[in-house]
């Protein structure tokens, strides 16, 4: 049995105007589909019926049309209401659709040029959002291209943010994930040092390599630095007596070395350790 309307369920839900058909298809397709009711809005009732469906269907199409009508404005009403529309669902969602279809082809460009001047200014959490909004928008609008461009985009925006080089560059390699725009934006929405400002973000490489650490196959070398107070137990490629954190006479001796041998090639004294990252599975 059909329930009652319920305003609240449609409050996120636009009213269509004639230029917002994308993301109001979208929305309203969810929330028919939430409420059981887009079948009755997609195809007709059959003419060999029982009563009890014929019963079913009716006080579902009522309820369908109500959804969709209090979602439209008076203009639209007017355009897609007829005397056949207004007890009858499925003619109602296909005439919405028809009446719109040329001029959602039409915006297909128009989705994407707008993306494309879309840049990112340093709120990360902000070009996220953005992002996932014109990613909506895309699908709604059947763009079709390889799944890995969008996320090419996505990641090219954020290129220009060198404290973002590293989260980047893993995701980049990353051939499961690179695959999936969404996924993108969750494993940029979980990075852990990203922050409302360039200025305030911490370039640590090991939060951001941890992003990984379930899903990818890929091996990263990844250079893990010896810290003032001694060395990186974890991963060592250099025994202890020769660290330079744990006796820093070394150095002196390193430079006095150099000083005797000047085309010898100075170095940083890390310590280095190849990392593998597998799925979880």
Request: aromatic share 10%.
């Amino acid at each position: 049995m059909a329930e009652k309307f319920n305003e609240k369920e449609t409050t996120s839900i636009p009213i269509l105007d004639g230029t917002n058909y994308s993301e109001w298809y979208l929305r309203m397709h969810f929330l028919l589909q939430s409420k059981d009711l887009l079948e009755v809005c997609k195809k007709a009732i059959g003419q060999d019926a029982t009563p009890s469906a014929v019963n079913w269907w009716t006080k579902s199409s009522f309820e369908a049309i109500t959804t969709i009508t209090s979602q439209i404005n008076h203009r639209v009403f007017l355009e897609v209401i007829s005397s056949e529309t207004s007890n009858k669902a499925n003619l109602l969602w296909s005439n919405i659709n028809k009446q719109y279809a040329s001029k959602r082809a039409m915006s297909k460009g128009w989705v994407w040029i707008n993306w494309q001047k879309e840049n990112y200014s340093g709120n990360l959490h902000h070009y996220i959002e953005e992002t996932q909004k014109f990613l909506l928008e895309l699908d709604s609008v059947s763009v079709k291209m390889p799944s890995e461009i969008p996320s090419y985009i996505i990641l090219g925006k954020l290129a220009g943010d060198p404290k973002l080089g590293q989260i980047i560059e893993l995701l980049t390699l990353n051939k499961e994930i690179i695959e999936k725009p969404d996924q993108i934006l969750s494993r940029l929405q979980e990075y852990p040092n990203h922050c409302q400002t360039k200025d305030a973000c911490s370039n640590t490489l090991a939060p951001a390599s941890a992003l990984l650490s379930s899903t990818s196959n890929e091996p990263y070398q990844i250079i893990y630095y010896c810290s003032n107070g001694g060395q990186n137990s974890k991963f060592l490629t250099h025994k202890k007596e020769e660290c330079f954190a744990e006796n820093p006479y070394l150095r002196l001796q390193r430079q006095n070395n150099k000083r005797k041998t000047p085309n010898s090639n100075p170095e940083s004294h890390i310590s280095m350790a190849q990392a593998l990252y597998t799925n979880a599975n």
